[in-house]
């Protein structure tokens, strides 16, 4: 053995940490900056809203690409059976979790007039079917995962129309649509073919890393980030292949970065994953070994518990939010968010604060949700400490 179960545990939590706080970084531009604003206009670019969207793109790969290695590492515990059990039970779990609960924490519509398919339940999907691709030879796994992964692209010429089971069906295999019935709008941003060929890949890569020396591992990854961000740039570059969203030179300099950087998340293209993965590789090197100082114990008790921390942060944003809106004189259940909230004339579209007060706002976020998490550990100590307490006074009242 390589790695130690306690160093992975501790590199997994620090990158999850880093990543989870961009993250809650966009939904905090989401619900505070000026309604409904799009990060992208080449009219009118703005460098600092574009890449603090940007910044949120690492979490997604990041969140696979840690649990695939977790997957693997942790499963060598039990039997194929085993984890194909427990993999699909957590799979379900994660998937109603989407659905009911981080879908209401977007919205706090008990209506449920907006559903969504995004990161929480495309993970819970992707690990049902990764319980029954895990019965592949590694080798295998990791070149269809591959082949999945640079060629998924030629199928964005194929869209589908209309809310058919085949087009259902095909809207969460590979495209993004929203769809309206009535009031309600049912929205599929996360797609199978991308995602779950990334958690694939990543269960096949914690073969290597499980057995790999460090040093060989971190120059392995160095090399990674290398060859994915320069693989980037040339497809981006050339506009041959990689992305259904080509770049072109705008009037100004900055419209042309935004440009260039503008890649596609839904679905997840190869240009995206090499951007956000090159540098992902980077940082898995500088974290196989640990790392001192405030900031990297900050973000590693952050990702001690990601799937509670998105979650809570969401609520805490969305709630904070709320009570904003009434300060600029709007009613608090404007905040509800239905599928009117995103039509012009609505109240929202009023409403918002600067980039800047966006980032106070996070930081002071990710100080609260620091607490919680601080407390959340402290829970089982103190509840020990006070069985110990409460026998030591039994022990005393008894003499």
Same mark, same amino acid.
């Given at each position: 053995m390589a790695i130690r179960l306690s160093d992975w545990i501790r590199q997994r939590r620090l990158i999850a940490g880093i990543v989870l706080s961009l993250a809650i970084l966009d939904h905090t531009r989401l619900f505070f900056h000026y309604w409904n604003t799009q990060p992208v206009d080449l009219a009118h670019p703005d460098l600092a809203l574009f890449f603090t969207r940007f910044s949120a793109y690492f979490f997604a790969p990041a969140a696979f690409l840690l649990t695939g290695i977790d997957l693997y590492i942790k499963g060598l515990q039990r039997s194929k059976a085993q984890n194909a059990r427990l993999w699909i039970r957590n799979g379900i779990v994660l998937i109603l979790v989407e659905l009911l609960i981080n879908n209401f924490l977007y919205t706090f519509d008990p209506y449920y007039r907006t559903i969504g398919l995004y990161i929480i339940g495309i993970m819970g999907l992707s690990m049902v079917l990764l319980a029954i691709l895990q019965y592949l030879p590694p080798a295998w796994l990791a070149c269809i995962a591959l082949l999945i992964i640079a060629s998924h692209d030629y199928l964005n010429h194929i869209t589908a129309t209309g809310h058919s089971v085949k087009a259902v069906a095909w809207y969460i295999l590979h495209q993004q649509q929203y769809i309206l019935l009535r009031d309600h709008l049912y929205t599929i941003n996360y797609t199978v073919l991308p995602w779950t060929a990334l958690l694939c890949l990543a269960y096949a890569l914690g073969r290597y890393v499980y057995h790999t020396p460090q040093e !060989?591992?971190?120059? $392995?990854? /160095?090399?990674?980030?290398?060859?994915?961000?320069?693989?980037?740039?040339?497809?981006?570059?050339?506009?041959?292949?990689?992305?259904?969203?080509?770049?072109?030179?705008?009037? !100004?300099?900055?419209? $042309?970065? /935004?440009?260039?950087?503008?890649?596609?998340?839904?679905?997840?293209?190869?240009d995206y994953l090499c951007i956000t993965l090159g540098p992902l590789s980077l940082l898995f090197a500088l974290t196989l070994k640990p790392l001192s100082g405030l900031p990297f114990r900050f973000f590693s008790v952050l990702g001690n518990r990601p799937l509670m921390v998105y979650l809570v942060s969401t609520f805490i944003i969305h709630l904070s939010a709320m009570f904003a809106v009434t300060l600029q004189g709007l009613p608090w259940s404007a905040m509800v968010i239905t599928p009117s909230s995103y039509k012009p004339g609505h109240a929202l579209y009023g409403y918002g604060h600067s980039l800047a007060s966006v980032y106070g706002i996070w930081l002071l976020v990710l100080l609260v949700q620091y607490g919680l998490c601080r407390l959340a550990a402290a829970g089982p100590g103190l509840r020990q400490q006070r069985r110990k307490a409460s026998s030591t006074a039994a022990e005393i009242t008894a003499l």
């Open positions: !060989t591992l971190r120059k $392995t990854a /160095i090399n990674m980030a290398v060859l994915l961000c320069l693989a980037f740039f040339i497809l981006r570059m050339t506009n041959l292949y990689g992305d259904k969203t080509p770049w072109a030179k705008q009037d !100004t300099w900055s419209a $042309t970065l /935004i440009s260039f950087f503008n890649v596609t998340k839904y679905p997840a293209s190869l």
